[in-house]
């Protein structure tokens, strides 16, 4: 006898806390361990993919501990180098590849701070999409990897989801060191309107 569908609803609870809260998805694949590669249907994502991209190490390890099959977004965001070497030796064309939502491999990587990591991509004919993923690397407190962007052609007033650009981010979160390099590459301030929007 077949174990009857996920329940989509269930689905979508387990997947939208992977993007940030832990005691939830811990508690919920206790439960129901066929969550753990389970699909939110809408935007095609499991939760080791939400986790990746918002930059949620630990619920990362923790669903990678459960079984949760490695993939490069996950070991880029982890900064775990060796193993991101091993899926572009297999595969180089991953130095360019898109996860979820359009999220370029370099976003993942400058979640992790690992400028090495970053290095590699461009080794592999990667390091695309500098601009959005100057705001991992400044949401994350990372001047070494924030400073590497802009030396590889990020925008510093690329605005990001919200319409808040890498300096807002930077101020926001009191990373005084990112703001004066931001400040330093012509970054500025988002106008009044679209900080309130």
Known sequence: MTAPELDPELIQTFVGNAHGNLAVVQELLEQEPRLLTAKWERFDENALEASGHMGRADIATYLLDKGAPLTIFAAAMLGNIEDVASFLRDNPELATANGVHGISILYHAALSGKVDLAEMLVEHGGGTNASSAIHAAVMHGHPDMTDWLLDHGADPNAPDY????????????????????????????????????
Do not use: V
């Open 162 to 197: 919200e319409g808040k650009t890498p300096l807002d981010r930077a101020l926001e979160r009191g990373h005084d060191q990112i703001a004066e390099s931001l400040r330093a590459h012509g970054g500025s301030e988002s106008p009044p309107a679209s900080k309130t929007a």
